[in-house]
């Protein structure tokens, strides 16, 4: 469980876990708060999830340190030390922001449905947690990147200085709640995220009804549970206690009122409620998870028991979900040959990775690639636009008319953390409507995500929920994405294409004409980036010089594609390793909605978001 690591949350070790000396309780967060290193499960015969069973020490404290991330590309070369690096790579931050002066001009528009923006943000909590929250932390202080002067670090330090919350193996830890190493608190709010009146199905959360004639209320789904479960309802139903709250949730320097813990998210991570499209695609899983049950329990061989329901359903939502982000994610946002190959071929760059390093991570984890979590997976910054025509009521009507359009601040607005208005869940006008977000007719053009490239929506230069910070960049998110790739000595990408090159991978590369154009092209030359180029800047550029901004460029897909293909790939446990190589698909799985569950659409389908076909 994640509950407190919404984004901006600072989380710091104790020393006790991180080994370090001179450091008091009072200098840390209480992280055995939310992790312990002592956590047991019982197998049941035939099912790959394991059932919950006591902690049987669950005076255990802090948190197991997984040290998981690893550089793909270690031996290339190091990245320059410069005294105005930080003055460099923010002029050209500021060139990125600068160069879109308006959200809505048709050029920035891409033909990517916009769920694949906040699909990609789900897909990241279910892979990574705790990657950039170094600032503060007295280990890390090589690391801040919140100074005037920055400097790259050793690699060895990088590897050591990260620690991954998730276990890398896309197994829906976010949806389910059992990450690494669970303390006794977190194991209670586990057990609360399972329905109370039917144990083998997820928890929903009911929507606030407003006065009728307001507003316009969406027809899916069909039922009021539109929205996250909340800390309220296991208030109420006895699965929690406000006590129980407070020492899982509140914080001692920013105290919450009871009303306020009591809108808080019942979910596995709580970033999946950072804003409004996240939590809706969380809540997606979750009614998927349910209508799993209710098809098995149909079908007349539903396992008696409870919890063995509950971890056959699981099995076949992860399963599903493993499919769709091979076959529908990656095929959309990277380019589709480039997954094709990488599928066929067994992705041979991380798996010769995780050869090499899965003898030095924790036993059940995956080594995660940091030029992938630091830079090649932050492309979807770029995809994120400054408004969204998200229902009927901030949005064009049903007949097409109106303009107005929910704005990127609303988004963060209606979940806990932004207050919803001081109501105790989801108001029903704010249910989304599924339909805006994965049609691909390009009947509407502002109905698509941004295009991948090297301009960047304008909330994205003032983050609501960060701080200037002494530098005056903290809210500013590329500027931390260029300083954090440079102080974590990330490959520049021409190294990177060289090495994949010397193991047989050949990529066609940007020429320094093609990099320095553009609104960003002053600052690329004046800093010298066309010959040494940030990789995260070229990567958007990439995609935006090769495949106008649809997908992904060559350099980008085969990052993206061979480390997230690769995760699943080398999980023995995971769909693709079922049967004969990659002959698993979801008609093989449990069907909700009677037919296979081979897109979006039809995922939403069986959870009633969306129509049945031909109705």
Known sequence: MLYQMGHGAKVTYGAKTRGASGLKADDTVPIGQVCSISKTREMKPGYKYPVPTPNPDPTTPGLEPREVFRFYFKTAPEVAPSADAAAKLDALATAMAEANFD????????????????????????????????????????????????????????????????????ELDSVYGDGPGQSAEAEKLEAALRDPTDLAKMRIGA?????????????????????????????????????????????????????????????????????????????????????????????????????????????????????LVVNHFLKTICDGSVVDTVVADKAPVYSGFFDKHKGSVPEGARPMPLEFSVAAYRYGHSMVRGDYDYNSNFGRKADGSGTGRASFGQIFEFTAG????????????????????????GTFTNRVARKIDTRLALPLRDMRNEKAGMSGIMAHLAARNLRRGYVFNLPDA???????ASDGITVDALTAAELSEGTTGDAVLSGQFEVSTPLWFYLLKEAEV?????????????????????????????????????????????????????SLAALLRAGGLLPSVGV
């Open 546 to 598: 090769k495949a106008n901004g649809e997908h992904l460029g060559p350099l980008g897909s085969r990052i993206v594609a061979e480390t997230i293909a690769g995760l699943i790939i080398t999980d023995p446990n995971s769909y693709i390793n079922q049967g004969a190589f990659n002959s698993w698909t979801p008609a093989d799985a449990v069907q909700p909605n009677g037919e296979p569950v081979e």
């Open 418 to 441: 932004g207050g919803m208005m001081g109501l105790p869940t989801l108001p029903d006008n704010w249910i989304i409507d599924w339909n805006r977000f994965i049609d691909d007719s």
């Open 494 to 500: 021409q190294s990177i294409m060289d090495s994949m």
């Open 103 to 170: 959200q809505k001009d048709e050029e920035g528009e891409s033909s990517m449905p916009p769920i694949f923006t906040y699909l990609g943000q789900f897909i990241d909590h279910d892979m990574t947690a705790n990657t950039d929250r170094e600032e503060g932390d007295p280990l890390l202080s090589g690391f801040n990147i919140d100074k005037a002067t920055l400097n790259p670090q050793p690699r060895d330090d990088v590897e050591k200085s990260k620690m991954n919350l998730r276990k890398g193996l896309l």
């Open 207 to 323: 929507v606030t009804p407003l006065p009728p004639g307001l507003f316009e209320v969406s027809d899916f789904p069909a039922d009021s549970g539109a929205d996250l479960p909340r800390v309220g309802q296991a208030i109420d139903d006895g699965s929690l206690t406000m006590a129980d709250v407070r020492t899982l949730f509140d914080n001692p320097s920013e105290p919450k009122s009871d009303e306020e813990l009591r809108r808080v998210a019942l979910i596995g991570d709580g970033r999946n409620e950072e804003n409004l499209i996240v939590a809706q695609t969380h809540l997606s899983m979750l009614r998927f998870h349910n209508a799993v049950v209710d098809a098995i329990r149909a079908a007349g061989n539903a396992p008696g028991d409870d919890d063995a329901l509950f971890a056959e359903a699981r099995q076949n939502v992860t399963w599903i979900y493993q499919w």
